[in-house]
């Protein structure tokens, strides 16, 4: 049996860089190498792809705070407009390697922002996971949540913020000792009056809990919100549930379906990017959440609801707030959640019955389906 040439695209200029390894790293090593044969290309904090095997694609790859991209691979680029979809390696003498599809296991800006998903469908590539709109969408968490809200989906109150609203530089005014301007004591009193206290405050388009801060204070406020900027020029101010926190993960393109549903348990204040990644006693996972089965059928339900309102394919984990008055709320998409060894995407499914190896499968499949089914449309008009 011909073995299906699957290029698995990590890394990225993203500040979920070494998210992205990690997560690459597993899927990588859970391919089936029976069935699919595998072309590693890793893409590096300047934007450079650069083809690798798995045998050293990674220097300290054991160690969550050091891992890192092995940069002297051989560069290449994406050649499209060929049936063959010829990845072209640099140098002298050119040499060309057929692909047939593409599992993006890349995280945050630059990845499952629909940028290289645009990238691949230009290429006319088979991918995993959501295609350009429904990836936009997922990671712009303002839109995301308008669009929810559009849907009569509940969300948590939010507040959005650009970076022309607020003064971000330490200037002192002569009304103030303070190093903070009146411009933003008016956003914080606002805040303070429409969402209460304390907020979560959070980049509009990036994951993974990075640059996410909890802000009780105005002095925690006012770092807090220069926090997010460093990341993006949009942030989202949120007001705090008290809740518990529960993920259920989505597989599917027309006929998407749930998993059994996960509670996350932090150990820390929340669920911060050293709890998901770096600290593995950062937050206990239980899987199945203990919920009733009523519980499971609404947050699932809801789940779908959500994946099918914001354009998803292929997968996703959606994140959900329950109350103790039993109402849920979304809090977010991951249209590419992450495949570590302590993600809550693929152990959901571990838990529902489908293994890792079984499901990344899945997603292959999904991803030719779905190519399959837009090669059939026309994309020219003969005018008779």
């Known amino acids: 049996m011909k073995k299906l040439k699957v290029a698995v695209i990590f890394g990225g200029r993203s500040a979920e860089h070494e998210v ?19 072309i590693l290309i890793g893409i590096d904090k300047q934007g450079r792809w650069l083809k690798t095997d798995s045998a ?13 991209l092995n940069a002297s691979s051989k560069e290449v680029a994406l050649l499209s407009g060929h049936q063959n979809h010829q990845l072209i390696e640099s140098g002298k003498n050119l040499q060309a390697q057929s692909i047939d599809v593409v599992f993006v296991s890349l995280h945050g800006p630059f990845g499952e922002d629909g940028t290289i998903q645009g990238l691949l469908k230009l290429a006319n590539l088979p991918f995993v996971g959501a295609s350009v709109l429904g990836s936009a969408i997922g990671m712009d968490k303002d839109v995301m949540k308008r669009l929810l809200k559009a849907a009569d989906i509940p969300v948590a109150k939010f507040i959005v913020v650009h970076r022309n609203d607020v003064i971000l530089n330490e200037v002192k005014d002569i009304y103030s000792s303070e190093p903070e301007a009146h411009q933003n004591d008016k956003l914080f009193d606002m805040v303070k009056n429409q969402l209460g206290l304390p907020v979560f405050i959070k ?31 949009k ?13 259920v993960s989505v597989l599917g393109n027309e006929k998407p379906i749930a998993s059994v549903a996960g509670e ?30 009523q519980t499971l059928k609404r947050v699932q339900n ?30 977010e998409i991951n249209t590419i959640p992450g495949f570590t060894k302590i993600s809550m995407y693929p152990k959901l499914w571990e838990a529902s019955g489908i293994s890792y190896s079984e499901l990344i499968d899945r997603l292959i499949q999904l991803a030719l389906e779905r190519h399959q ?6 994309t020219s008009f003969e005018v008779k």
Request: net charge positive.
């Open 20 to 38: 992205s390894l990690q997560s690459a790293k597993n899927i990588i090593s859970t391919l089936d190498k029976e069935k699919y044969q595998p």
């Open 56 to 68: 050293n694609f990674l220097l300290n790859e054991t160690n969550p705070k050091l891992i890192s």
């Open 203 to 233: 980049p509009a388009n990036l994951g993974s809990s990075v640059g996410v801060s909890k802000a009780s204070s105005k002095k925690d406020f006012n770092k807090a919100i220069k926090k997010a900027f460093l990341y993006d020029n």
């Open 235 to 247: 942030i989202l101010i949120e007001e705090a549930i008290k809740a518990r926190e529960i993920e």
């Open 264 to 293: 996350i348990i932090p150990s820390h204040e929340f669920y911060s990017y050293e709890a998901k990644y770096i600290d593995e006693l950062g937050a206990k996972l239980e899987i199945p959440a203990k919920i009733s089965s």
């Open 302 to 331: 809801l789940a779908i609801k959500t994946f099918q309102a914001l354009c998803c394919e292929g997968m996703a984990r959606v994140d959900c707030f329950l109350k103790e008055n039993g109402q849920v709320l979304i809090n």
């Open 373 to 378: 089914r837009d090669q059939k449309l026309k």
